[in-house]
């Protein structure tokens, strides 16, 4: 006979989910599975809020969302129990946990340290887990996760300001790192100064690169100058601005979602330069071959990290004093949260104090 949910996930949990597509989130009480030998339960303290939460809570971008749905997947928190078997974990430990609770292991990506490229890769929410129960994700209460999808937090980096490094840290790191942007007296522009572009700026500038941020937005210009510390800030519509720009730039980290005309990034690089996506755009990409012969230059994407570089990247930010600028809030004011995300209104990530305010309605 089949065990039912309740025998495979014994363990109550709290949290808020959407129902449907209106993406309304409200109290939602699951379970989470007994800690397993290699697992890692540990109470959430915050969790920060991803557009792609937005996106799945909405089943938009074809996503397939299943509901209900619990979203979340930049959870920090600190230790309760481990496995018998866990061996990098202890009671008390801050960790956290990002985009992904499973792989299969055994591909060339598990072996290469790629687990986000797995193609069984299971996601923190919104998945089949192995033992074919949904998973859960951050706007929750606890977490029970497989000790090698876990990071360590390290004492110096602040829990809520550190919880968005475990999506939009590593989705801006891993790229520096991997297209070779990362070498101090490069020349690397970062568009789109949100969620994502804020922190490549900040990554950027402790491994020594120059910065330039790209924004249709002149009114951020000094935002992204006096405060974030960019070396320099260009209008992506001001032609003249672009002109005296051209062929300035080793590489290009593009962070923005919406529909924008690629062509003029193109003519920022310098031969053999790197643009590289990692927002999800709507549309097909419309770009003149011709632009990319000259000047040998490559269009890549990328998309989050393995384990261990994630864990690589919350050493450098902890080294080096990053973290995400955040606007925490309580969970009870996540549907305003999102709708003023969907707007765009937010300065840059939204982080909720899951530890002071879920337990209020249990």
């Known amino acids: 006979m089949e065990e039912s949910t309740e025998q495979m996930q014994p363990k109550k949990a709290f949290g808020w989910a959407a129902r449907d597509s209106s993406g309304v989130l409200s109290p939602f009480t699951f379970s989470r599975r007994a800690t397993g030998e290699k697992d890692v339960r540990f109470k959430v303290l915050y969790c920060g809020i991803c557009h792609s939460d937005l996106h799945y809570i909405k089943n938009e971008r074809d996503l397939g969302s299943s509901y209900p749905v619990v979203p979340g997947h930049e959870i920090v928190g600190v230790v309760t129990e481990v496995g018998s078997k866990v061996e990098k974990f202890k009671v008390g430990d801050k960790v956290g946990v990002g985009c992904f609770v499973g792989s299969c292991h055994s591909c060339d990506n598990c072996a290469n340290n790629l687990e986000n490229h797995c193609p069984k890769v299971i996601n923190q929410f919104g998945s089949i887990y192995y033992d074919g129960t949904t998973t859960y994700g951050g706007y929750s209460d606890i977490m029970v996760t497989d000790e090698h999808f876990v990071v360590s937090i390290p004492d110096n980096l602040p829990l809520d300001g550190g919880a968005p490094l475990l999506c939009a840290g590593i ?69 003249d601005e672009l002109q005296a720009a051209m062929g300035t730039l080793d590489g290009i980290i593009d962070t923005v979602s919406a529909s924008h005309p690629l062509l003029p990034l193109i003519g920022l690089l310098k ?73 765009g209104d937010v300065r840059y990530r939204f982080v909720i104090d899951i530890g002071n305010s879920l337990k209020s309605f249990t």
């Open 271 to 343: 031969t053999n330069g790197k643009l590289v996506l990692l927002g999800l755009l709507e549309k097909p990409l419309d770009i003149p071959v011709f632009s990319l012969l000259l000047g040998r230059k490559i269009v890549a994407g990328s998309a989050s990290g393995g384990l261990k570089e994630t864990q690589e990247m919350i050493n450098f930010a902890a080294k080096h004093n990053i973290r995400a600028d955040i606007e925490v809030i309580p969970i009870d004011y996540v549907n305003i949260a999102m709708e003023r995300l969907s707007r």
């Open 171 to 239: 989705t801006v790191y891993s790229p520096l790192r991997y297209f070779g942007l990362d070498k101090p007296g490069m020349h690397v522009g970062v568009v789109g100064l949100g969620g994502l572009g804020h922190i490549a700026v900040k990554f950027a500038k402790a491994m020594g690169v120059k910065v330039t941020v790209i924004s249709t937005s002149p009114n951020k210009k000094k935002e992204a100058i006096e405060h974030l510390g960019a070396h320099s800030f260009l209008v992506s519509c001001n032609q």
